[in-house]
Nanobody, 126 residues
Framework: QVQLVESGGGLVQAGGSLILSCVAS????????MGWFRQAPGKEREFVAG??????????NYRDSVKGRFTISRDNVKKTVTLQMNSLKPEDTAVYYC?????????????????WGQGTQVTVSS
């Protein structure tokens, strides 16, 4: 089992940057694909970025609206997955969630993810 704790959210002006971190408990962090999702008020939770499991070559994918602005990375020793967010826009405002997936395939749908953090608020002012 994995427990996830996010941090790094806050209030930032449009064009600014934030780094979100998610620290995992448990001994098998490297065996989980990791994802970031977000949910804005009144909207469905949506996939933001994901990174494959393992210790070799890693693959990532992103929703189109954040490509070129957000970067996901992981440190298996520190059991941490990070989301670097640059050039933030007001439409990026949401609660951001970290999630872990036991699958070997990188999924973009939340139903595949087995464990979730409590979320961290990101607010981008215009």
């Amino acid at each position: 089992q994995v427990q996830l704790v996010e941090s790094g959210g806050g209030l930032v002006q449009a064009g600014g940057s934030l780094i979100l971190s998610c620290v995992a408990s448990g001994r098998t962090f490297s065996s989980y694909a990791m994802g970031w999702f977000r949910q804005a008020p009144g909207k469905e939770r949506e996939f933001v970025a994901g990174i494959t499991r393992g210790t070799g070559t890693l693959y990532s994918n992103y929703r189109d609206s954040v490509k070129g602005r957000f970067t996901i990375s992981r440190d298996n020793v520190k059991k941490t997955v990070t989301l670097q967010m640059n050039s933030l826009k007001p439409e990026d405002t949401a609660v951001y969630y970290c999630a872990a997936d036991e699958s070997a395939v990188l999924h973009a749908t939340q139903s595949h993810y087995d464990y979730w953090g409590q979320g961290t608020q990101v607010t981008v002012s215009s």
